[in-house]
């Protein structure tokens, strides 16, 4: 069974404050990625990566900047916390082979920017 | 660039009742399609993918078959009970362009017993 790992599991931060969530997964997958869920919009890839020391932009990257030191280990970091990034982030992995490519999601981090 | 197209963002049906959720998508590619489903409190699952090679996916009583003619790949399920209530996601995969994967925003289904 997949197991992607994400912590905190919520957290409270203040405005300007920085944020770093985590993400940790045991699959030995190529790819990761952070998404963002709201209401309304669904979810939002933020950054994704296909390799240890690289990392892409997603749709919606900016405020966020992403940090993937290892294959198991992929972090989103918000430098400059506000308002309107209370969300609940969700991280993922997944093979890129043939048809072995689904995505592997965490349990979710609540995020409540204050 | 690529997106997909959920219009219904609830759905509530009583038990035994008939499914369906509309998905469209847009891509100037060779799309991989899936449906993820998300319980409360947990982070979305695959449900059911399908490829353009295979057109149609199923799984655990829901189907969905991909149209290339209207870029369409709706999901159902003939008699739907309490427990499928969740949200359920449309997403698709360009694997000849960025190969990342796209998103719907989401139909919450609740069905009433």
């Known amino acids: 069974e997949a197991a992607v790992t994400q912590s905190p599991r919520s957290k409270v931060a203040v405005t300007g404050g920085k944020v770093t969530l985590s993400c940790h997964q045991t699959?030995?997958?190529?790819?990761m990625y952070w998404y963002r869920q709201d209401t309304g919009h669904g979810l939002r890839l933020i950054h994704y990566s296909y390799v240890a020391d690289s990392t892409e932009k997603g749709d919606i990257p900016d405020g966020y900047k992403a940090s993937r030191p290892s294959q198991e280990n992929f972090s989103l970091i918000l430098e400059l916390a506000s308002l309107s990034q209370t969300a609940v982030y969700f991280c993922?992995?997944?093979?890129?082979?043939?048809?072995?490519?689904?995505?592997?999601f965490g349990a979710g981090t609540r995020l409540s920017v204050l | 660039g690529d997106s997909v197209i959920q219009m219904q963002g609830q759905v509530t049906l009583s038990e035994n009742d008939f499914l369906f959720i509309n998905c469209t998508y847009s891509?100037?590619?060779?799309?991989?399609l899936f449906w993820y489903v998300q319980y409360s409190g947990e982070g979305p699952q695959l449900l059911l993918q399908?490829?353009?090679?295979?057109n149609k996916g199923s799984s655990r009583g829901f189907e969905a078959t991909y149209d290339k003619g209207t870029t369409s790949f709706h999901l159902q399920k003939t008699s739907v009970q309490e427990i499928d209530s969740a949200v359920y996601y449309c997403a698709m995969r360009d694997i000849s362009n960025t190969n990342k994967v796209v998103f719907g925003t989401g139909t919450r289904l609740q069905v009433l017993p």
């Open positions: 993922a992995s997944s093979w890129d082979r043939g048809s072995q490519n689904t995505l592997y």
């Open positions: 699959n030995n997958h190529d790819y």
């Open positions: 891509t100037t590619g060779y799309p991989t």
């Open positions: 399908v490829t353009t090679a295979n």
